[in-house]
C-alpha cells in the first residue's frame, strides 16, 4: 500500500475555483478522487492513470473538472473550477493497485488500495 497525504480544499464561493493536491508516497497504476457529501455514500469524481495518463470523470463534474499529474512529483492534481453548492464534501484521493486495461474501469470504491484522509471543500452561495 502507499501513503497518500491530500491537501488544498477550503471555502468558496460558487463559481470559484479550488485546486486539490494527492502526494502519494509510491506508483499505482491509476490515481482517482472521490467524495462524500453529509448523508450521502461516497461517489466517484475522477480518474486519471499514471502511466498513460488516460482521465475519466463523473458526468457531475465533467467539464469543470480537470486531474493531472506530475510523475517528478509523485501528485496527482483536481483542479476545480465553477464550483457549485452541491460540491461540497469531503474529497478523497485513492490509489489504484488493481491493472485495468481502461481508465473507465476505476470507478467503484473496490478498484481502490488506499485512501488519503480526506480534505474539506465547502462551496458557499
Known amino acids: 500500500q502507499v501513503q497518500l497525504v491530500e491537501s488544498g480544499g477550503g471555502v468558496v464561493q460558487a463559481g470559484g475555483s479550488l485546486r486539490l493536491s494527492c502526494e502519494t508516497s509510491g506508483l499505482t497504476y491509476a490515481m482517482g478522487w472521490f467524495r462524500q457529501a453529509p448523508g450521502k455514500e461516497r461517489e466517484f469524481v475522477s480518474v486519471i492513470m499514471w502511466s498513460a495518463g488516460s482521465t475519466y470523470y463523473a458526468d457531475s463534474v465533467k467539464g469543470r473538472f480537470t486531474i493531472s499529474r506530475d510523475n517528478a512529483k509523485n501528485t496527482v492534481y483536481l483542479q476545480m473550477n465553477s464550483l457549485k453548492t452541491e460540491d461540497t464534501a469531503v474529497y478523497y484521493c485513492?490509489?489504484?493497485?488493481?491493472?485495468?486495461?481502461?481508465?473507465?474501469?476505476?470507478?467503484?470504491?473496490?478498484?481502490?488500495?488506499?485512501w488519503g484522509q480526506g480534505t474539506q471543500v465547502t462551496v458557499s452561495s
Open positions: 485513492a490509489a489504484g493497485g488493481i491493472y485495468y486495461a481502461s481508465v473507465r474501469s476505476y470507478t467503484s470504491e473496490a478498484d481502490f488500495s488506499s
